[in-house]
């Protein structure tokens, strides 16, 4: 199994351009990737949902080859090897070299074959193509540039091979993590990342959320065939009403918020703990707290010629 990190990764620690992923990067490696590993199993349980019913209506044949972009542990890079079977393969890349160690580590103690993960950046580096499909679960909402990371995975497709992402919409329709964003805006005094100097996780997770703005980029990044099924869920934050709260605090808009507040975060933390309290007490259930999300399956196919 492939888990080496390019030269080209490694010497990406200085953050330079607004244009690279140095900061972003680096957020995915170190905060974001401690937090993942946190509430793992909401991650799992909740985006696993949008995964597993987007693979059971457009199942990969045996025999495909499959890239897994920005695939974080890996379950879904595993789920796809298992489809596309013996004679296909899935390649998890992700630019997080701690998620890829992970998910190489598990899928190895697994047993399972067909799956392989390498470290690098989907918008600058090699992809090692050529793939017949480009999968990803909420991978390709954090580039700086999209509109090159989407060119530059098109051109590790085949003639005719197809992308399919899964991105979040609006956040309205978002309440799993919205409603705690609301909540915490009214307390705690929002500070931007410009304004701050902590690494953050790039555009965002609604950033991909408008069908007209990604689809114009996608036609600017040269696919065809365009297309968007929404997909809606209710998705657990929580099997206690304390969970959920601490995963409200800790991820998504609303954690950003908390992180960025610096001296605010303790001054105003049991103000905010009652006020998440009392805004996800009401989505409470005998089996946890739980909560709406919608997504888009997007799909665009490299052309034939
Ligand atoms: C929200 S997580 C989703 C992870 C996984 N697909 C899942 O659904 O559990 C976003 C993932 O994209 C990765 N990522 C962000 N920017 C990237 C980039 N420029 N190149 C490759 N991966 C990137 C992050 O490291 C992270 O693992």
Redesign the pocket.
């Known amino acids: 199994m492939d888990t080496t990190t390019p030269p080209e990764a490694a010497a990406r620690a200085a953050p330079s351009a607004p244009s690279d ?1 140095a900061i ?2 680096e957020a ?1 490696n170190t905060i974001l990737f401690e937090k993942f590993c946190r509430f793992r199993f909401v ?1 799992t349980q909740g ?1 696993s949902d949008h ?1 597993t019913e987007l693979l059971r209506r457009r199942p990969y044949p045996a025999g495909t080859r499959v890239l897994d ?5 890996g ?2 890079t595993q789920q796809i090897a298992r489809q596309a079977g013996p004679g296909g393969t899935a390649v998890g ?4 070299s701690n ?1 890829i160690e992970a998910a190489a580590r598990e899928t190895a103690e697994s047993g399972l074959q067909g799956a392989s993960f390498f470290v ?4 600058a580096d090699d992809l090692r193509g050529p793939y017949d499909a480009a999968f ?4 390709t909402m ?2 700086n540039l999209p509109g090159l ?1 989407l060119r530059n995975i098109r051109r590790a497709l085949r003639p005719g091979g197809e992308l399919t992402m899964i991105v979040w919409r609006r956040r309205e329709d978002n309440p799993w993590i919205h409603d705690a964003e609301l909540c915490v805006r009214e307390i705690v005094p929002v500070v931007s990342h410009e304004e701050s100097n902590q690494v953050h996780c ?1 555009p965002g997770p609604f950033s991909m959320a408008s069908a007209d703005m990604v689809s114009d980029m996608l036609r600017a990044a040269g696919y065809e065939r365009i297309s968007f099924e929404r997909y809606d869920t209710d998705i657990c934050l929580g099997r206690s009403l304390e969970d959920a709260v601490d995963f409200a605090m800790a991820l998504g808009p609303a954690g950003e918020i908390i992180r960025l507040a610096g001296e605010d975060r303790q001054k105003r933390r049991p103000q905010v703990v009652a006020a998440l309290r009392k805004r996800l007490g009401t989505s409470l259930r005998a089996d946890g707290v739980w909560m709406g999300s919608s997504s888009w399956f997007v799909s665009a196919r490299n052309p034939a010629h």
Do not use: M, Y
Not at 93 to 96: H, L, N, R, S, W
Not at 136 to 139: A, V
């Open positions: 992923n972003p990067i995915w991650l985006l995964s972009v920005g695939c974080g542990f379950d879904t890349v992700d630019c997080a998620f690098a950046d989907v918008q990803s679960r909420f991978g954090f580039f990371a790039g």
